[in-house]
T-cell receptor
Framework: EPEVTQTPSHQVTQMGQEVILRCVPI?????FYWYRQILGQKVEFLVS????????KSEIFDDQFSVERPDGSNFTLKIRSTKLEDSAMYFC????????????FGDGTRLSIL | SQQGEEDPQALSIQEGENATMNCSYK?????LQWYRQNSGRGLVHLIL?????REKHSGRLRVTLDTSKKSSSLLITASRAADTASYFC?????????????FGKGTMLLVSP
């Protein structure tokens, strides 16, 4: 069964550095998402992406964050000037269509900011 | 903002028993979804119920939705040790025509052999 893959599984970065989290969505899916889960807290929506542009974003997704689909298979989340509070699990998800469709999640990238 | 909140926070049962988890939310929704998360893994979609549906089945799973009470329940029948995981409800308002899931804190289910 096709699956969403995320790399790396664990990223350790110094505070203030930039980090790029990578995702390969399921190949025929058109909608892509990033979520984060701070340890012990809820999974939180960050951003959705469709047709090469952001369709929705949450209050968390400020100017520090950006997303890109640099080619036909990858979907990336860039976090500039990381802060300690950016430490979390970051999940990528994709869906075949938008509203009313199940989302398929990767296993996440654990981001640790030192 | 809308919010899915599950109860109980933790549930411990024996294999073969049924497990019921509840979810409440605050605002109108387009659909509600249930996901499972095994430790250290991503979320796995279990079932989606639309706002105009009241009950849905998938294998050993039964989901109900009561939009008047803004609540949903997930029933796992004849539970197995492999069902041990965290279970989350996620509401999708779809106000803009796009999907944005809002997750609850989840129920940790432990099924003992």
């Amino acid at each position: 069964e096709p699956e969403v893959t995320q790399t790396p599984s664990h990223q350790v970065t110094q505070m203030g550095q930039e980090v790029i989290l990578r995702c390969v969505p399921i190949s025929n899916h058109l909608y892509f998402y990033w979520y984060r889960q701070i340890l012990g807290q809820k999974v939180e929506f960050l951003v959705s992406f469709y047709n090469n542009e952001i369709s929705e974003k949450s209050e968390i997704f400020d100017d520090q964050f950006s997303v890109e689909r640099p080619d036909g298979s990858n979907f990336t989340l860039k976090i500039r000037s990381t802060k300690l509070e950016d430490s979390a699990m970051y999940f990528c998800a994709s869906s075949e269509q938008g509203l009313g469709q199940p989302q398929h999640f990767g296993d996440g990238t654990r981001l640790s900011i030192l | 903002s809308q919010q899915g909140e599950e109860d109980p926070q933790a549930l411990s049962i024996q294999e073969g028993e049924n497990a019921t988890m509840n979810c409440s939310y605050k605002t109108s929704i387009n659909n509600l979804q249930w996901y499972r998360q095994n430790s250290g893994r991503g979320l796995v979609h279990l079932i989606l119920i639309r706002s105009n549906e009241r009950e849905k089945h998938s294998g050993r799973l039964r989901v109900t939705l009561d939009t008047s009470k803004k609540s949903s329940s997930l029933l796992i029948t004849a539970s197995r040790a492999a069902d041990t995981a965290s279970y989350f409800c996620a509401t999708d308002a779809g106000n803009s025509g796009y999907s944005t899931l809002t997750f609850g804190k989840g129920t940790m289910l432990l099924v003992s052999p």
